[in-house]
T-cell receptor, first 112, second 109 residues
Framework: DTGVSQDPRHKITKRGQNVTFRCDPI?????LYWYRQTLGQGPEFLTY????????KSRLLSDRFSAERPKGSFSTLEIQRTEQGDSAMYLCASSFIGAGYTFGSGTRLTVV | KNEVEQSPQNLTAQEGEFITINCSYSVGISALHWLQQHPGGGIVSLFMLSSGKKKHGRLIATINIQEKHSSLHITASHPRDSAVYICAVAYSGNTPLVFGKGTRLSVIA
C-alpha cells in the first residue's frame, strides 16, 4: 500500500465550472476525511466518512459541495459552480482506530 | 477564535540551534498530533501523543494534559528541517482533527 493518493495534484478551472477530486485511502482504514487549507492557515475540516457513511459535514460545506464514498473505499469531492473563494488546497486523510492519521499530498485548486 | 493556538507563527534559526514550538488548546482531548508540511502541501505525521513524551531521532514531543499544552523540540536543527509544523487535536477517538495555523520554520546554514 503506497499511502493515501489524491488525484489530480493540481487543477485550474474557470469560475462556474464543476470540478471533482478523488481520494484513495489506505485500504485498511475505515475513516476518510476531507479538509481544506488556504494560504497561511491550518487545514479546516469539511466532512468525513466511516466506511460508506458520511458522519459529519462542516458548515463550511455549502450546497455546492458534495462528497461520496460509495463502496467504503475511494471518495470523491465535487464542487459545483466554482467560485474564486474555492481556491485552496484540498487534503484527504484516512485513519483506523489506534493507527493515527495518514494524509495525502493534496489537490491544489485554482479558480480563475 | 481558533481552539488550537501555536507559537511562534514564524521562526528562523541557525543550523545547529535547539528549537521549540508550542501548542495550547482549550478543552480536553483524546490525542494531540504534531505534523510536518513541506512546500507542495503534503502532510507527514510526526507524533501522536495522549500523555508524557515521545522521541524520534532529533525530534521530541511533550504534552502536559493538566495545562493543555504541548511542545515540539528539534535538537541540532538542520536546513532540511525547514517546513511548516502543525499541531492538531482530536477530541475523541478518530474524530476529525482540529488544526492550529502552523509554525513556519526556516533553518539557515
Amino acid at each position: 500500500d503506497t499511502g493515501v493518493s489524491q488525484d489530480p495534484r493540481h487543477k485550474i478551472t474557470k469560475r462556474g465550472q464543476n470540478v471533482t477530486f478523488r481520494c484513495d485511502p489506505i485500504s485498511e482504514h475505515n475513516r476518510l476525511y476531507w479538509y481544506r487549507q488556504t494560504l497561511g492557515q491550518g487545514p479546516e475540516f469539511l466532512t468525513y466518512f466511516q466506511n460508506e457513511a458520511q458522519l459529519e459535514k462542516s458548515r463550511l460545506l455549502s450546497d455546492r459541495f458534495s462528497a461520496e464514498r460509495p463502496k467504503g473505499s475511494f471518495s470523491t469531492l465535487e464542487i459545483q459552480r466554482t467560485e474564486q473563494g474555492d481556491s485552496a488546497m484540498y487534503l484527504c486523510a484516512s485513519s483506523f482506530i489506534g493507527a493515527g492519521y495518514t494524509f495525502g499530498s493534496g489537490t491544489r485548486l485554482t479558480v480563475v | 477564535k481558533n481552539e488550537v493556538e501555536q507559537s511562534p507563527q514564524n521562526l528562523t534559526a541557525q543550523e545547529g540551534e535547539f528549537i521549540t514550538i508550542n501548542c495550547s488548546y482549550s478543552v480536553g482531548i483524546s490525542a494531540l498530533h504534531w505534523l510536518q508540511q513541506h512546500p507542495g502541501g503534503g502532510i507527514v505525521s510526526l507524533f501522536m501523543l495522549s500523555s508524557g513524551k515521545k522521541k524520534h531521532g532529533r525530534l521530541i514531543a511533550t504534552i502536559n494534559i493538566q495545562e493543555k499544552h504541548s511542545s515540539l523540540h528539534i535538537t541540532a536543527s538542520h536546513p532540511r528541517d525547514s517546513a511548516v509544523y502543525i499541531c492538531a487535536v482530536a477530541y475523541s477517538g478518530n474524530t476529525p482533527l482540529v488544526f492550529g495555523k502552523g509554525t513556519r520554520l526556516s533553518v539557515i546554514a
